[in-house]
């Protein structure tokens, strides 16, 4: 699956396809520029025309596919459901079929774990914190309230929902790695299928 196509500048799609073969199977520190210009057949002169680093070009990589698993959910989501649950069932659903889809992106982030570049780590964390905002500003958006006991504070429930997700999605990265196998990818949709029926029990009337 190509990831870059772009019939603007086919040129700059390769070097984009290449640096993500190689970012994803060696990880930032041993990928090497000159591999990734000699599979996208360009000079090493054009790579750094239009990206002015190895560092530039990592992250603009790891920004796109963090984008292209967020359109894929915002895409994927019912939003006319207005049922908060559901919604976050589904979007945890889509997320996760988009990386088992995107394999190439699953093994960025799985190599992304041992990158110990500050800056990296700044600016990706940055992007990983905007798009998880934008994430849940969306789904949180124009939900049912009448579905709440009306005994509960809804605010803070909805924030219980959003640490929950997130501390299962953390700790289930922590002990796979970002390995986005079928069977890990399952475990953890079963896991967050298990916290929003309790959620329900909890908050729904």
Known sequence: MSEFLSKVDARRSRILEAALAEFADKGYKKASTNTIVREAKVSKGLLFHYFISKKDLYIYIFKHAKDTIQSELFKGVNFADRDVLNRLYSSTVIKVESYNKHKLFGKLFEKHEF????????QTQKINDDNTAEAYEKVYNTIDYFLFNEVID??????????TIERITNDWKTTYHCKFTKKNLEELKLDISHYLDLFRDAFYR
Do not use: C
């Open 154 to 163: 809804i605010d803070r429930s909805l924030q219980v929902m959003k640490w």
């Open 115 to 122: 990158i110990q570049d500050q800056d990296i780590l700044i």
